[in-house]
């Protein structure tokens, strides 16, 4: 080992954040503007950041979040990490990063968070340069993505998919706080890639301990109101 | 960000490598020997290494455990990576890396492995310069470890706890190709710090579809011979 600075990757953050919007699984991505030879090419990444100098992993995560949506107290949890020497063997993002970071960029080793966000939460989109936007899963799942953020993308709805089936709860960071079991069932489907059977549902999760009915109904659609449900913990 | 060098840590993969000998919970430690103010100073830590230059963290870990124990196919899993700026503060451990890697050592954010080996698997422990061994979990935890390496094992020991609720056959990578009963019992409640019920637990698992039952007893125990069984994948 001589050469010490191919020894010194960068280090930074990404984060895949899932919201759902009472129909769809979303995911909050940056549009990215680059210009190549006097055009202009678009595309979607990850909002992340290179790790600050005295920053450890998870407060790099949460200040990549709070500054992008100005909210606090969300779910988040790391899941992986990548590190892929070819991770970075597109020039187009080696040149977007050392105009915007100013850094000489080599190779770069991210770790990766999930995070969930509650649609229905205002946010507050904080950041000048950049303009973030929730985009539908599907939609995301066609996209060309930045470095290896799409693999990053299919890991943590892996991970979240995993996790949710162990610890049933964190369904309900993505839910909004009050829900109907529709919405719940859609969101359970589109995570597990099932189609489950609307009564059955219906009565197994009637009898989750943590699901509390409500003496509301939701307004303002066009079909018969549904009753409304809130998560107690 | 200005100042380069700052903001490039080194990146390193650490392996929290267990074992069961058939009553107790092992782990694989280094010996490491440290000259200080002409006394020599003796502590342990885990396996790892300093990514290489065109190295992915997978194939990092792969090549501790095997420069290690000279044995392929292990699992192996990344579990964690640690970047607190501070699991560098003590100069013990930067000196020691140092004078080892001949690298002028700053920050170092580590990608954390669990990996599981059959202790008796005959293990050729290949690295002239390192001392090897398997230590007793319960001893290890009272030892004064480099870095923050109590740390990841902890974080290692929950992650397989966890991951072998969902995945029980995780347990048999773990059990010797031929095991009993009690062997297994044993192994479970060390990993869940529980103590079950020797009848129920007896009950349970031979229920098991993987868990098939030889006509072979075991050899050589000053106890009643008990009868031996495999895993079935």
Redesign the interface.
Known sequence: ???????????SVDCVIFGFDGEKLKLLLIERTISEQNELYNDKKLPGS????????DDAANRVLNELTGLKNIYLS?F??????RRTENPRDVLWLEKT????IG?I?T?AYVAMIKIDRKIQFKSDQTSANWYDLNEVQKMNLAFDHADIINKGLEHIRHKSE?EPHLLFELLPRKFTITQLQTLYDTLHQTKSDVRNFRKKVVQWPYIVALDELEEGVPHRAARLYKYKK
Not at 1 to 11: A, W
Not at 50 to 57: G, H, N, R, S, T
Not at 80 to 85: A, V
């Open positions: 080992m001589s050469n010490d600075t191919i020894y010194n990757p960068h280090v290179i790790i600050l100098a005295d920053e450890d992993l790391q992986h990490s990548f590190g892929n020497p970071t100013q850094l000489k190779r080793v770790v162990i």
